[in-house]
């Protein structure tokens, strides 16, 4: 039987004891493991590879079938499961246990998997399959956690992280506990934090590219880009920090035309601007003039929007933008 992950509180759901869950979204598949630990009011957990089991079926299915080790109801997590474990799992359903309750994790299946397809016909098992998040269900959680702990934090940081989780839950909950740590030090978080504190899938800073890319150092920039997969989530937060340095880099140089000493720009700027960022700036500063810097601003808005709209051609369309 199909069953979506959010009909797992359903009454009827409760006699079951088969499961299979597949897909790739890692963090789905946890959270409704823990559902149906929760459902079941099941203590003793044992988890097992696959492989394990079809080297030693016969001690595996000893353990099930002895009655003696029915003194507590159980849960078998199976991790990685095929097609090859089915005939094991046609033994123990033909047997109409009640007291041990099974879960059988997979990745993404076929439609025509053997293992998929007895799960999905027999009324007595659950197949449960899930996707990858989408940016909305990722936002929803994000919003969640958020309002829950209580966090001051802006929207566009919001969307920020969201897409910073590649589709996956995990990564965005890991953010998100980051953020929750930093603001024992900080009470309101903004874009700039968001973008310093959590992870990247590349390895380079994208912070740190924008930076190269102000400074026209073509020779760094064609080795990350050379180094590294930016997915379309990447290509966006390429863009808010392009906007974020522009926009610093016009309100200084703003004050540097109206004669203000530059250590006194430093010193004074909000948010704060670390010591190791300094020169960066002043350098950013020296090869950008203030109309070169509103140029700059108009052509990545126009670029944000040609990327959202033809997503495909992320990578491409910031390279051209990088390299004209």
Request: proline share 1%; net charge positive; with cysteine.
């Amino acid at each position: 039987m199909i069953v979506k992950h959010f009909q797992l509180n359903e009454k009827n759901l409760l006699q079951k004891n088969f499961f299979l869950i597949y897909g790739n979204n890692r963090g789905l598949i946890q959270e409704i493991t823990r559902d149906i630990i929760k459902i079941t009011i099941n203590k003793n957990v044992h988890k097992y590879q696959e492989d394990d089991i079809l080297k030693n079926e016969n001690d595996f299915l000893e353990r099930i079938f002895n009655k003696s080790f029915f003194d507590n109801d159980k849960i078998f997590i199976i991790k990685k499961s095929t097609d090859k474990i089915l005939n094991i799992i046609e033994k123990i359903v033909s047997k109409n246990l009640s007291e041990i309750f099974f879960i059988f994790l997979s990745e993404t299946l076929e439609k025509k998997s053997k293992l998929r397809n007895f799960f999905e016909k027999d009324k007595k098992l659950i197949c449960i399959p899930v996707y990858e998040d989408n940016l909305k269900t990722l936002n929803d959680i994000a919003i969640r956690f958020i309002n829950e702990n209580k966090i001051n934090i802006s929207r566009q940081a919001i969307d920020v992280i969201t897409q910073r989780a590649s589709g996956d839950r995990i990564n965005l909950i890991n953010e998100l506990n980051k953020i929750e740590s930093y603001t024992t030090k900080k009470k309101k978080i903004n874009l700039e934090d968001v973008l310093k504190i959590t992870n990247l899938t590349d390895n380079y800073s994208i912070s740190h590219f924008v930076d190269q890319s102000l400074l026209k150092n073509k020779n760094r920039m064609k080795k990350i880009l050379n180094e590294n997969i930016f997915n379309t989530e990447d290509c966006i937060v390429i863009i808010k920090t392009f906007l974020l340095k522009l926009k610093k880099l016009k309100k200084i140089k703003r004050s540097l035309i109206e004669g203000k000493n530059i250590d006194y720009i430093f010193s004074t700027y909000k948010p704060p601007i670390f010591w190791k960022d300094k020169e960066t700036i002043q350098n950013q500063l020296n090869e950008l003039t203030i109309n070169q810097i509103n140029l700059l601003i108009k052509k990545v808005n126009i670029l944000e929007l040609l990327i959202k709209k033809n997503s495909q051609l992320s990578k491409k369309l910031i390279n051209n933008f990088i390299f004209e």
